[in-house]
């Protein structure tokens, strides 16, 4: 915040809180909403709220409502704050008013770690005013602004505060869980606890690496929508979250995480009143855990807990000797960090061996983790009304399958996209929901998780949520489930026991670290029935890959919101090269693209956004947004044998109507190429920012960036001409073949 004059800020906030206030019966947090709200981070905890300079003061406008303690949080970039104070004052409004409560509270601001004030305030029958003041020694220099964090107004309650705990355990593959069948006892604690919960027999994330299925899971959108890790690195904040949803309904929002790809910075603590980051082993993520539960002991409290644990293959030494006496299994220098791992030769014949053991004892630390967090909550009194989901964000590849010999995989975020990189295991128990016991059998998805914790909150199911809840029946059966490896144009989608898999089908290397991978075959299809280990590749039978096809374009489709798309398949370029040229009507158009097998494809020359590539094995996705909205656009498509409309009719050239151009719900595309338009929609929106060098830092020990881009290596636009004068709602099209 700039020095200057101080500000009277008012917010009206009673249809925020009316509602909260005037509830009696249940206890609950409301919070209180601050002009230009930002996140700031102090000792690694990252808070909402917004910046005051000295007599600086916010009001809100409430409801009338029982008596209750209000309190927040506060910071600073710098010490020594003489005299500072925040002065609260509850005044009644209309013909009687007065003030009912002024409260001057000392504060002593300090960078290194959050201070904490709270206030009781009276009851009111009628309408009042709060207002929050900071007074500071009028000789302290401006600069000294005051991080004030977002006010929430405590409602007591009477009976014990219900606990959600998301507890999830990075790269966790289903199979390794000894309560999905695994021979080794992993979890013996785990599954001791679900018994009593719900099993889902089949769950799949959105994406197979941690940044874009955590934006998955926390919105309960396909990576198609929000874009995260294929187009950008930052969460949409038009995308609810599931800390919002389930704040929403009274509950205090905490995190607990390992950093890394689920740090803050990606716009993943929005929601949260509390988002810690904690590189540590399992034991210590608890510990913390509970001490901020301990904070709010008798407010109902969301907790999402984030270890890396397993992703580092670092067990503790006395968990790992309880699966393996003799740690030599564990192979030479076991105690090494992952990046080191990442580094290390692979063709000693005993490595696949090393890494799974490794792996399993790192699970079996978790598992004592888990099972601390349920002593502290029985100690606590709160685990009798605690309810808990326990999954992952993707699996892991641990040398399941081989090249010539060598092993094919050993880690994550590949295009191959088999089932060992994407099972998570996902258990629930709700004590309040003694119903929700026994097997889903129908495959879930990740997008199921943050509707089911809203229903178990008694929270509204937002409308943007893609999941379905599962406490109140199962998943329906022939949805699309997709999973995605961003940004490296792969996906997989299912129908039934028939996986279909798409790949670039061209030479790649590992956006983590620079290694390449092997070039498989652009499109495999298996029967996970027959075959659940996908050992036998089978042709997908005619009329079920149409069927998958139709729904593998129409979820590639979905990414492309607002947009004139120009699909190429194999073969259909006719002198081996394809170029499209592209223009808005004031300014150049938004370029996403899927499929193209090099970024050099991708030119931006000063007569208009260009895209040129040859002829591949898989086809090439182009979508044009209109950066005014207006759904006008000109376009130079040259170097194909044919181009057809979504109906099938030939586009030889000329104008047509967006809306003519529409792909319509009632078949799928031709086989050739084809350009159609998509609906308006929320959809990703490419940003680009540098990372904080902390967050850079972790990344690096958690083995990523290793001479690799921060961001990730995807075109995300191409500037072009204008063409003034282009009517909206006309596609201009110009064929040069």
């Known amino acids: ?301 969301f907790l999402f807990v984030h270890t890396y644990q397993v992703h580092d293959y670092a067990p503790d030494e006395e968990d790992a000797r309880e699966l393996f006496p003799d740690l030599s299994v564990l192979g030479p220098k076991w105690k090494a960090s992952v990046g080191a791992m990442t580094r290390a030769p692979r063709t000693d014949p005993r490595f696949a061996a090393w890494i799974r053991n490794r792996y399993d004892a790192a699970l079996r630390s978790v598992d004592g983790a888990f099972g601390r967090l349920l002593e502290g909550l029985g100690k606590d009194g709160r685990l009798a009304d605690t309810a808990v989901v326990f999954t992952s964000d993707h699996g892991e590849q641990l040398c399941d399958r081989s090249v010539n010999g060598d092993c094919l995989a050993w880690s994550h975020g590949s295009p191959y996209l088999y089932e060992e990189e994407l099972l998570v295991p996902l258990e629930i128990r709700v004590p309040w929901r003694p119903g929700a016991r026994g097997e889903i059998r129908e495959t879930t998805t990740l997008l199921d998780v943050a509707p089911t914790l809203a229903e ?42 028939l996986k279909l898999i798409r790949r670039n089908g061209t030479p790649q290397n590992s956006w983590i670290d620079g290694s390449p991978f092997s070039a498989l075959v652009p499109e495999e299809c298996f029967d996970l029935a027959k075959d659940p280990g996908e050992t036998h590749r089978v042709p997908c039978s005619p009329e079920a890959k149409v069927r998958l096809r139709e729904r593998a374009d129409r979820y590639l489709a979905s990414s492309f919101t607002g947009s004139v798309v120009v699909r190429v398949p194999p073969g259909f370029a006719s002198n081996g090269e394809v170029v499209v040229r592209a223009r808005g009507r004031r300014e150049g158009p938004l370029l996403r693209t899927f499929g193209l097998a090099s970024r050099k494809a991708v030119e931006t020359p000063g007569s208009g956004g260009e895209v040129r590539f040859s002829d591949g094995p898989a086809p090439v996705w182009l979508a044009f947004q209109p950066a005014d909205g207006a759904r006008a656009l000109e376009l130079d498509v040259g170097g194909l044998s044919s181009l057809v409309s979504a109906r099938g009719e030939e586009v030889s050239g000329g104008v047509r109507q967006w809306d003519r151009l529409a792909w319509s719900a009632d078949g799928p595309l031709p086989e050739g190429a084809s350009v159609f338009t998509t609906p308006e929609s929320i959809g990703p929106a490419p940003v680009s920012r540098a990372l904080p060098t902390d967050v850079v830092a972790r990344l690096l020990a958690l083995g990523y960036l290793r001479g690799s881009p921060v961001a990730p290596p995807h075109p995300a636009s191409a500037g072009g001409a204008a063409s003034a004068d282009l009517p909206p709602g006309e596609v201009r099209i110009r064929r040069a073949d």
């Not at 007599?55 to 209750?68: F, M, Q, S, V, Y």
């Not at 009276?122 to 602004?145: N, Q």
């Not at 409308?463 to 490896?485: D, Q, V």
């Open 1 to 301: 915040m700039t020095a200057g004059r101080a500000r009277a800020l008012r917010l009206a906030s009673a249809a925020l809180v009316a509602g909260s206030l005037g509830c009696r019966g249940a206890g609950r947090v409301v919070r209180l909403p601050v002009p230009q709200p930002e996140w700031v981070s102090i000792a690694y905890e990252t808070r909402p709220g917004c910046w005051l300079s000295e007599g600086d003061r916010i009001e809100w406008d409430l409801p009338p409502g029982p008596a209750r303690r209000l309190e927040g949080g506060y910071g600073s970039a710098l010490a020594g704050f003489p005299d500072a104070s925040l002065e609260i004052t509850l005044r009644r409004t209309g013909p009687r008013a007065s003030t009912l409560r002024r409260v001057v509270l000392p504060i002593t601001p300090d960078p290194l770690k959050w201070g904490h004030w709270s206030a009781s305030l009276p009851g009111t029958s009628g309408a009042s005013v709060l207002e929050v003041a900071f007074r500071a020694d009028s000789k302290a220099p401006l600069a000294r602004s005051l991080f004030l964090g977002e006010p929430v107004f405590s409602i007591p309650q009477r009976q014990k505060p219900r606990t959600i705990v998301l507890f999830l355990v990075d790269t966790l593959r289903a199979d390794r869980v000894s309560g999905y069948g695994y021979s080794r006892p992993t979890t013996p604690r785990i599954d001791r606890f679900f018994r009593e919960g719900l099993r889902a027999a089949r769950c799949l994330p959105a994406a197979n690496w941690t940044l874009p299925s955590h934006a998955s899971l926390f919105t309960s959108t396909s990576v198609a929508r929000h874009g995260v890790g294929r187009y950008g690195q930052f969460l949409p904040e038009a995308l609810a979250t599931v800390a919002e949803a389930v704040g929403s309904a009274g509950y205090r929002t905490l995190a607990v995480t390992g950093g890394g790809y689920v740090d803050p910075a990606f716009g993943l603590a929005r929601g949260f009143d509390q988002y810690a980051v904690l590189a540590h082993p399992a034991d210590d993520t608890v510990d913390r855990a509970l001490a901020m539960l301990a904070e709010h002991p008798e407010e109902p409290v």
């Open 456 to 497: 178990m909150a008694e929270a509204p199911v937002p409308a943007s949520f893609e999941g379905r809840p599962l406490l109140s029946g199962a998943a329906p059966a022939g949805r699309l489930i997709a999973t995605e490896a961003p940004p490296l144009d792969a996906f997989t989608v299912r129908e039934g026991s």
